[in-house]
C-alpha cells in the first residue's frame, strides 16, 4: 500500500504532502520493527495521563476495534503514530497531515486522532521522565488534550482533537504546563533587536531591515490591511553605533530613525538568541487569567527552565496572543486581568489580525459579530468596539529576564 492508494481506501479526496514526504522513512521503520505501541488498543492509564472525558471511552472503544479490523485504517493509525512520536524534525505537526477518514467511519472519524494518541501513552510519560521531570508536570502538561476534546464537543457535537499537530510538542516533551501557564524554550525570530542603556537600564527596541510597516506603525498587512505608502525597515549595525527604525513604548514601528551610540547602549537581545515562550491555556482548561496565578508560574519558570536547560542561556520571555492586543487595555475596566497580564510587556509591530480572539473569545473563528449576542463582559466589550468599526488582533511581546525575576519576586 502507497499513500495515495490508502486515501483513497478511506474515502479521503486529497493525499496530504506529508504522507508523501514522511512515507520512506515510514516504511524503513515498520521494517525495522517500529515500536513497542499497541496501535489500536487503549492503555489502562490514558485517561488519567490525557485527561481524557469519560463518556467517550465506548465510542473510542468502537474506533480502536475498527482500526485493529480495517487494514487501511491500521496504515493511517500506524503513520499517525510515527509521524506523532517517532518522526524528528519539526516541532509541530500541520494539521492537514490528519485529515478525518469520514469515509470509513461517519461521525466517529474525529476519534480516529485520539485512537492515535492514546497510542503513544507510553511515549509521552517516557519523554518527560527522560528529561527528569516530574510526573505532575508531566499530567499537568499532558492533560491539555482532554481539554481540546471537550472542547471540540462544544463546537461541534462530537468528541475529537483540532490541534493534534501542535499536542505532538507535549507528547515529545517540549511544552510544559507549570500553573497556569504553559512554557516552551524556542528560538527568538521576531524581526527586532533589543539595546539596554548602560547606565539606566532603559530598553530600546529597534526594528530588523527589511520588513514594510504601514503609515500607523504597523506591519504592512496586519489584518489584511496593504498600505500604498508602507515603508521598508533599516538597521544599520556598526562599530561604534546603531542607526535604524524604533519601535515606540506602545508597540509602533517609527518611520523615523535614531542612533543608539554603543558606548551607551548594549545589545541585549538578538534573533537566534534562546527565549521562553509563553502560552496561555483555554479550551476549559484555564479558567480565569489572575495575575497572582501568572505570577506564580513565571516563579515556576525562572527555576524550571535554568534546572532542566542548565547550558541553555535565555534571554527573554516572549509570547504572540491575542491577548496581547493592545486593544483590551483600552476597553476593558481598568486593572483587568487582561490588562494586568499585558503590563509587563514590551509589544512589537508583527503581523496579527482578529482570527484567534475569535475563537478563542467567541467559540467561532468566522463569527460574525454584528450580529452575535454577547454572554460576557469581556465578549461585550469586543463586540462594542468592532461594531464601531475597529479590528481586533493578535501581536507580540518580550519581557526581558532581568524584568521578569523583578516580577517574580
Request: charge should be negative.
Amino acid at each position: 500500500m502507497n499513500a495515495e492508494r490508502m486515501a483513497q481506501n478511506l474515502g479521503i479526496d486529497r493525499t496530504p504532502e506529508t504522507w508523501s514526504a514522511h512515507w520512506q522513512a515510514f516504511e524503513e521503520w515498520k521494517s525495522s520493527g517500529g515500536c513497542d505501541a499497541e496501535i489500536g488498543a487503549i492503555p489502562s492509564n490514558a485517561v488519567d495521563v490525557f485527561g481524557l472525558p469519560t463518556d467517550c471511552m465506548d465510542d473510542l472503544q468502537a474506533v480502536c476495534d475498527e482500526i485493529r479490523r480495517n487494514p487501511a485504517l491500521a496504515e493511517l493509525a500506524s503513520l499517525w503514530h510515527f509521524l506523532l512520536f517517532h518522526q524528528p524534525g519539526t516541532r509541530a505537526l500541520s494539521e492537514d497531515a490528519m485529515p478525518a477518514p469520514t469515509g470509513v467511519h461517519g461521525e466517529r472519524a474525529h476519534l480516529v486522532r485520539v485512537a492515535v494518541l492514546v497510542s503513544g501513552t507510553g511515549h509521552a510519560l517516557r519523554a518527560f521522565s527522560d528529561m527528569g521531570v516530574s510526573e505532575q508536570i508531566a499530567l499537568d502538561s499532558l492533560r491539555q488534550c482532554g481539554s481540546q476534546m471537550i472542547d471540540h464537543r462544544e463546537r461541534y457535537g462530537v468528541y475529537g482533537m483540532r490541534y493534534l499537530g501542535w499536542m505532538r510538542n507535549y507528547f515529545n516533551a517540549l511544552m510544559f504546563r507549570l500553573g497556569r501557564l504553559v512554557f516552551n524554550p524556542n528560538t527568538y525570530t521576531w524581526a527586532f533587536h533589543v539595546y539596554r542603556h548602560r547606565s539606566t537600564g532603559a530598553l530600546q527596541t529597534m526594528c530588523a531591515a527589511g520588513h514594510r510597516y504601514r503609515s500607523d506603525g504597523m506591519a504592512d498587512g496586519c489584518n489584511d490591511i496593504k498600505d500604498p505608502d508602507a515603508w521598508t525597515s533599516e538597521l544599520d549595525i556598526g562599530a561604534d553605533a546603531v542607526r535604524g527604525n524604533p519601535v515606540s513604548p506602545t508597540g509602533e514601528a517609527v518611520r523615523e530613525q535614531i542612533t543608539l551610540d554603543l558606548a551607551e547602549w548594549e545589545p541585549l537581545i538578538t534573533p537566534g538568541d534562546d527565549m521562553i515562550e509563553i502560552h496561555i491555556p483555554g479550551y476549559n482548561s484555564g479558567g480565569r487569567m489572575m495575575w497572582e496565578d501568572c505570577v506564580a508560574s513565571y516563579v515556576q519558570a525562572l527555576d524550571f527552565f535554568p534546572r532542566y536547560y542548565p547550558q541553555t542561556n535565555f534571554t527573554s520571555f516572549t509570547c504572540w496572543s491575542w491577548l496581547l492586543d493592545p486593544a483590551l487595555s483600552r476597553i476593558l475596566p481598568p486593572g483587568s486581568n487582561i490588562a494586568k497580564f499585558q503590563s509587563p510587556f514590551h509589544l512589537l509591530p508583527v503581523y496579527g489580525n482578529h482570527v484567534q480572539c475569535y475563537d478563542l473569545a467567541f467559540g467561532n473563528a468566522q463569527a460574525d459579530l454584528s450580529t452575535f449576542t454577547p454572554k460576557t463582559s469581556l465578549q461585550r466589550a469586543i463586540c462594542d468596539y468592532v461594531r464601531a468599526g475597529n479590528m481586533m488582533r493578535s501581536t507580540a511581546g518580550y519581557i526581558t529576564m532581568d524584568e521578569m525575576r523583578m516580577i517574580s519576586r
